[in-house]
């Protein structure tokens, strides 16, 4: 069985290296070298980094004469934002029940006895 393209995207997430580099590129894309800098890493090492990026169709790679540009592709990061919107939804929710349920607790305590 082949994995769903969610599950791509969040195993390339699972990384903290990835993650890092998709935040360098949300500001602008860069090469390669630039993107390894802050890492203490190899470039063999971060291209392969990228590789799982491009796989999940995080980043796109393209080609202007010597220059080799990363750019962010926010596409699959929509998927699982929305995917996750479920969950925030539960979550609201189930918050807005224990203010509830707190509010009663303390209306019940300034009763005088």
């Not at 195993?11 to 800098?37: C, F, K, Q, Y």
């Amino acid at each position: 069985m082949q994995p769903d393209r969610l599950s791509i995207t969040l195993s390339a997430l699972a990384d903290p290296t990835r993650r890092a580099i998709l935040a360098r590129l949300a500001l602008g894309e860069s090469s390669v070298t630039e993107l390894a800098e802050p890492f203490a890493m190899s470039l063999p090492a971060v291209s392969k980094h990228l590789k799982v990026l491009e796989r999940a169709g995080l980043i796109s790679r393209g080609r202007e004469a010597q220059w080799r540009p990363c750019r962010l592709d926010p596409g699959p990061l929509r998927e699982v934002a929305d995917w996750l919107e479920h969950y925030r939804v539960f979550w609201d929710q189930s918050l807005d029940k224990l203010e509830d349920v707190l509010r009663e607790i303390r209306a019940a305590g300034d009763k005088p006895a």
